[in-house]
């Protein structure tokens, strides 16, 4: 895909969804940080659910340490892998206290150096939290890149070096919540809705159906 048509697609993304942001609820950096460790193999709906409860119990880093990790499983046992997950937290709750005073840190390197933080997890935050122009690679987006031939890559970081290299710089911005949108919804990974997408004579997915 051209730098035009990279543009018109993300033109279009921006008259349908004007102001997109992430389905997870959070109200602060620390509530985001852990409901982006929890979404790892979940759905948004399974993490909203648990942090729901979660969060008016304990939302900063000591509160997640004075549950205990039997209490803070009680809270996510909902979602999978909620052993490791729990275990990540605390260890990334004791760190933030530690290193960071119980903020979170605006640093790529200090965001990967927490336990269950790694470059995909560093993006969304750097992105949703702090107003970076980072791109995280998730299936969707890998998905929706391949797919349109926005950004061709055989691995996430490829994908993401691609996209950064292509969304105009006005763009950026938002590109990551367009994308994970656009893909959670319409290019879906088993039957895309091609007929109802905004993007249709954009894309150069070979398999796109012309009918639903």
């Known amino acids: ?9 993300f033109l279009r993304l921006q008259q349908a969804c004007p102001k997109p942001t992430t389905e997870l609820c959070y109200k602060t950096p620390f509530e985001l940080l852990i409901s982006v460790i929890l ?9 909203n659910e648990a942090t729901a409860r979660l969060f008016v119990v304990a939302n900063t880093p000591q509160a997640i340490l ?13 979602i999978g892998l909620y052993n490791t997950k729990a275990a990540n937290i605390r260890k990334t709750c004791a760190l933030l206290l530690e290193r960071h005073g119980g903020a979170i840190p605006r640093s790529r390197e200090a965001l ?10 560093a993006n969304v935050i750097l992105n949703t939290a702090f107003g970076e122009p980072t791109m995280a690679v998730d299936t969707h987006i890998f998905r929706v890149a391949n797919r349109t031939g926005l950004a061709p890559g055989v691995n996430v970081r490829e994908v993401e070096d691609g996209l950064l290299a292509v969304i105009p710089a006005e763009f950026q911005l938002d590109a990551h919540h367009w994308l994970i949108l656009h ?3 319409v290019c879906t990974a088993r039957k895309p809705h091609c007929p109802e997408c905004l993007l249709h004579d954009l894309c150069a997915y070979p398999q796109k159906s012309e009918v639903s």
């Open 183 to 185: 893909g959670r919804y």
């Open 39 to 47: 979404s790892a193999q979940s759905t948004d709906k399974k993490v």
């Open 66 to 78: 004075d549950l205990g990790e039997a209490g803070l499983k009680d809270y996510i046992k909902t």
């Open 1 to 9: 895909m051209d730098s035009a048509q990279a543009r018109q697609l």
């Open 112 to 121: 990967e150096a927490l336990p269950g933080v790694g470059r995909k997890t």
